[in-house]
């Protein structure tokens, strides 16, 4: 389908209704694909300067579409709006009007990929089916229904590359452990030691792949967790365990206070799991041949807060909530994957706790991790 073909049937959103409505006896795929930065450049740069994103960005999709999309399929944009549509109801090459959700979202895929790169802007994607007897007269809210799907997808997406990320700790752990018993004679203190850690860390992996669907945003909604207790004392221990080998390897010294005993509202292996990424990112940003901080206030009946602080060179306060979203990290962190925080977040939100983020007075950052007590 050639661009000038698919140009001539860019329509207004009224348009499109109106013959979506007219052919769409049966459900049909709806792609959106949002440009977000369009209403920022209107109020920082002007409404010269949106206008001709604008254009940017309608050549671009029209450019898309003409390439992805069949001639029958419809396509819209209203002027001044930042959202582009197109409604999958061309028949396909089997002849059949049917287009399958992996279908939809390569296609969503590479018009958002054309159109990014020409107008140098993130866009947003998202895809829903639209049924005329559901949705006849309803256009505004099917567009926000497939921008929405389209969010749940990517965290769902974040998310369980965010488990792939958390399962490869243990793993770490664990041949690191084993390989430094294969390459060198230790004593055989060190040598139970190793092979207890190691044996440990394969227990939480093992527990972490049983249990990863139960932390899976499909389920957030769900109501309220099962009741779960672990042990304050074994998860700071089996987590400074586990980042002993990171730490070695900046020559950072991970110190611990007094650990006390009381049982927390949280199992251990979640809250390992917590302190480790709290730890580990402690150990990455803070200063190499430093310093890692740990102890635990037990003071208020009702909680037991576990405060981490690092010597590195802290987090910008505009930085400080963008550290726990998913493939989010501080504009300063030189590595990291953005999900390690995030996941901590949220596994202590379903366990009625929290993270907070502060300076520290050792100069970097403070993470205070606060779960109920059991």
């Not at 006896?25 to 206008?51: K, N």
């Not at 990863?212 to 769900?222: G, R």
Request: a neutral charge; hydrophobic letters at 45%; proline letters at 4%.
């Amino acid at each position: 389908m050639h661009a000038a073909k698919i140009a001539g049937l860019l329509t207004g959103l009224a348009a499109f209704e109106r013959r979506l409505t007219s052919v769409a006896t049966e459900p049909r795929p709806i792609l959106v694909v949002r440009l977000p930065e369009l209403e920022r450049v209107a109020w920082r740069r002007g409404m010269r300067a949106a206008r001709a994103l604008e254009r940017s960005a309608t050549a671009a999709f029209s450019t898309a579409v003409s390439r992805v999309l069949r001639v029958d399929d419809l396509v819209a944009h209203d002027p001044g709006s930042d959202v582009f549509v197109a409604a999958l109801v061309g028949p396909t090459r089997e002849g059949t009007t049917g287009t399958t959700p992996i279908d939809v979202r390569s296609a969503l895929a590479r018009i958002a990929a054309t159109m990014e790169a020409t107008t140098r802007q993130d866009v947003r994607t998202g895809w829903t089916t639209y049924d005329r007897a559901a949705d006849g007269g309803r256009i505004d809210a099917v567009l926000e229904r497939a921008l929405v799907r389209g969010a749940q997808e990517r965290e769902r997406y974040a998310f369980f590359s965010s488990l792939g990320h958390e399962l490869r700790t243990p793993l770490s752990s664990i041949r690191g452990y084993l390989e430094t018993l294969l390459d060198r004679d230790v004593d055989p203190g060190t040598r139970q030691r190793f092979v207890r850690i190691a044996y440990n860390e394969s227990l939480r992996l093992s527990r972490l792949v049983e249990g990863m669907f139960e932390i899976s945003l499909l389920d957030l909604q769900a109501g309220a967790p099962a009741p779960a207790f672990g042990s304050l004392a074994a998860a700071i221990e089996g987590a400074r365990d586990a980042c002993a080998s990171s730490a070695t390897a900046r020559r950072v010294v991970i110190r611990i206070g007094d650990i006390p005993a009381p049982r927390v509202a949280i199992d251990t292996d979640r809250l390992t799991l917590v302190l480790v990424n709290v730890i580990d990112n402690a150990v990455k940003h803070g200063r190499a041949g430093g310093r890692v901080d740990l102890h635990a206030d037990i003071d208020d009946p009702r909680f037991v807060r576990i405060i981490v602080d690092d010597d590195g060179s802290g987090i910008a306060l505009e930085d400080r909530e963008r550290v726990f979203t998913f493939g989010e990290r501080a504009a300063t962190a030189a590595n990291g994957s953005g999900i390690g925080l995030a996941l901590a977040r949220l596994m202590l939100e379903r366990a009625a706790g929290r993270v907070d983020l502060s300076d520290s007075p050792l100069g970097g950052a403070r993470f205070t991790v606060t779960v109920p007590r059991a």
